[in-house]
């Protein structure tokens, strides 16, 4: 089974809308997909019983005691988690995961939260480089702004324990296209592409990556 997690302690930085999106997109391409919602704010689940039957079938799945019970079909699991995770249950997340997306927003204290967060992620011994790959995002960025260029620079440049260069995968802009497919139950992939090219593009080096070995533990 394909697990991918989304993940950021800090609350405000789209770890949902990136969640369902990737859910989406696997199930557009004919995968059998869970989204586990463990946030109490049940974005995910919220915007799972608003989707329209007509379009590719997602399970969802609510955690509140980080109790995960997949159904047994599940190809491809997307877990949304909440905001001020504690160690425990971090630990619990990253023995159940293949591959973090850390997205990331444009703001001095966002950027700040980042370093303290991935300097603890980086001290579960053994939990990083082999097995679990991470790639950060750049989310719900205003392109051409001095604090995205701030952000795009931190994320180039930020390393893993080995020394090897964290992979940055793309900047999403911050896009009412989001806002009108989630408001629908739907994703940006599910709208009319002529409406979201741009995003699209945008989104094209992540899905890459999680299509790619490279986002995958090392055997």
């Known amino acids: 089974m394909r697990t991918i997690i989304v993940l950021n302690p800090k609350g405000g930085c789209g770890k949902s809308t990136i969640s369902i999106n990737i859910a989406s997109y696997f199930a557009i391409k004919g995968k059998k997909v869970t989204l586990a919602d463990c946030d109490p704010q049940g974005s995910s689940r919220d915007w799972l019983s608003i989707r329209p039957d007509r379009y590719s079938a997602i399970n969802g799945i609510v955690v509140d005691d980080d109790r995960l019970q997949i159904p047994r079909n599940t190809e491809v699991l997307i877990i949304d988690t909440p905001a001020a995770i504690g160690d425990k249950r971090l630990a619990k997340y990253l023995r159940k995961a293949q591959s973090l997306i850390m997205p990331i927003i444009a703001s001095p204290i966002d950027i700040r939260a980042a370093e303290h967060f991935l300097d603890e992620l980086f001290s579960f011994k053994g939990s990083i480089n082999n097995k679990i790959k991470i790639a950060t995002v750049a989310n719900r960025v205003r392109e051409d702004t001095l604090i995205a260029a701030k952000l ?17 995968m793309t900047m999403l802009r911050a896009s009412q296209n989001y806002i009108h497919a989630a408001e629908r139950g739907l994703s940006i992939f599910e709208l009319p592409p002529s409406k979201t090219y741009y995003d699209r593009e945008q989104w094209a080096p992540l899905l890459r990556w999680l299509n790619s070995k490279r986002s995958l533990p090392t055997k």
Not at 153 to 168: A, C, S, V
């Open 152 to 168: 795009e620079h931190y994320l180039d440049n930020i390393k893993l324990p080995n020394g090897k260069r964290l992979p940055f």
